[in-house]
Every structure is written in structure tokens, then in C-alpha cells.
């Protein structure tokens, strides 16, 4: 059995938008600590396949948070190195087999684009095993970490991490960090920035497209104000996603 107080977080940074991620979870770090956890922190240079599994091992975490790029079949760590994966064609992440059995009987949470189309449910079918993600891109605005054009998503994401590492149960987690969104969403619909719009439309994909195990993703509300175009917001915002 996994042990209940060891929490491992792995965190990419080698480009733009895992600079956003590596941020982001380090305070998630924080939080976890000030709870009393054992924080196994794979960053950068170790957040690598070898680092992961020896964790798992050694740790027996029975959380488990991972944040890189990633796509239906695969997640990446430092330097887009396979970390988790099921069978696919990929080009240049190939497999024939799944190693999804080494976060059996963890919670998971993955900040990468579409896994939750692919890992998601092979991770969740497992015993006791618990499974958050994404089954599309995850998208958000911001020029750097921290900012306020990245700040919603950074506080949507992180909501799900605090509410697993308070004790709450996946179906609250996946629930807060929807309403941690909406509060943006609410936040942005009040602002007169010109791009508000964009960043709204971005929050309420990311809200959508989020999945969790046993939880059918909520068919909710449309944009109040159009996105305006993508190619516009990647000169106006620095729109960055987490897909390989």
C-alpha cells in the first residue's frame, strides 16, 4: 500500500511553457510541506524516466503530481523524456507496452495537454487508483510566471493539488478547481483589458476540457466575450500549452 504522507511532484523546465509549470508547482511544494508531507521534488535534471520510478519505489508516494508536456498516449518530463505511457505510434514516442502499473494505487494529477484523452483512463481503470487531467490541450495567457494573465490558471490548477493534499476526494478536487476558473472567468467578465476576452475563452476551455475518473466532463456555459482569434493572442498574450 502507497504510503499516505509521501507526495512526489515532478516538474519540467526546459521551455517556455514548463517554466510556467515549474512555477506553478512549486507552490503547490510549499503548501504540501506545510502540511507535514514528505516532498520528493523531481525538478528540471531529475524529473526524468529513472528519478520517477526509483520514487515510486522507493517513496511509494500516494500522490503523485506531474507537470510537462504530454499528448493522449504519452507523458514527458525534463527535456520531453517519456515518463508515463500506454501503446501508441508516436514519432519519437513509440511504445508497444504501458507502464501506467507504476502509479497504481496513487492519486494522480497530470498539468499536461490531453493525457486525460488516453493515460487518463488507463491510469483510472486500476484498483484504488485516482486519476486528474486534461482531454485536450491545456492552454493559458501570460508573458511569465506569475503575471496576472497567467494567474487564474495557475490558482484553477494548484486548487486541485491543495484540495487532494487537504484529504479532499478526487470529485471535490476536480470541483474546485472548476470553481476556482469560474471565479476568474467572473474576475475577467468585470475587466476592461482589451484581451479579456481571449484569456476567458482560454479558461473556460481549459475548464472544459478537464477530466476526472468516474466523472463524465460538465457541459457548461459558453464564452461570454468571443475568442478573438488564436494567432492574435499568441502576439498579444504569449499563449503557451503543454502538447509535445
Not at 6 to 20: G, P
Request: hydrophobic letters at 40%; a negative charge.
Amino acid at each position: 500500500m502507497s504510503q499516505a504522507n509521501n507526495v512526489t511532484i515532478l516538474r519540467a523546465n526546459h521551455d517556455s511553457a514548463t517554466s510556467f509549470v515549474h512555477y506553478w508547482f512549486g507552490e503547490v511544494i510549499n503548501d504540501a510541506i506545510s502540511l507535514g508531507y514528505n516532498v520528493t521534488d523531481l525538478e528540471t535534471d531529475t524529473a526524468r524516466l529513472i528519478p520517477f520510478q526509483q520514487s515510486m519505489q522507493n517513496d511509494d508516494p500516494a500522490i503523485f503530481f506531474g507537470g510537462g508536456h504530454g499528448d493522449a498516449p504519452v507523458f514527458t518530463g525534463q527535456d520531453t523524456e517519456d515518463i508515463l505511457w500506454i501503446p501508441n505510434g508516436l514519432p519519437g514516442h513509440s511504445h508497444s507496452d504501458s507502464n501506467v502499473g507504476i502509479v497504481q494505487d496513487r492519486i494522480v494529477y497530470l498539468l499536461s495537454c490531453v493525457t486525460g484523452a488516453g493515460l487518463g483512463p488507463a491510469i483510472g481503470v486500476q484498483d484504488n487508483t485516482f486519476f486528474i487531467g486534461y482531454q485536450d490541450d491545456f492552454i493559458w495567457a501570460g508573458f511569465s510566471p506569475g503575471d496576472l494573465y497567467s494567474q487564474g490558471f495557475m490558482e484553477a490548477s494548484n486548487a486541485i493539488c491543495a484540495k487532494i493534499l487537504q484529504g479532499g476526494t478526487v470529485i471535490e478536487a476536480y470541483n474546485e478547481g472548476g470553481r476556482v476558473f469560474d471565479e476568474w472567468i467572473d474576475y475577467w467578465q468585470q475587466s476592461a483589458d482589451p484581451i479579456a476576452s481571449q484569456v476567458i475563452g482560454w479558461m473556460i476551455h481549459d475548464r472544459d476540457v478537464m477530466v476526472a475518473t468516474g466523472i463524465t466532463p460538465k457541459q457548461l456555459a459558453t464564452p461570454v466575450f468571443p475568442i478573438v482569434g488564436v494567432i492574435a493572442g499568441v502576439a498579444l498574450l504569449g499563449l503557451v500549452a503543454l502538447k509535445n
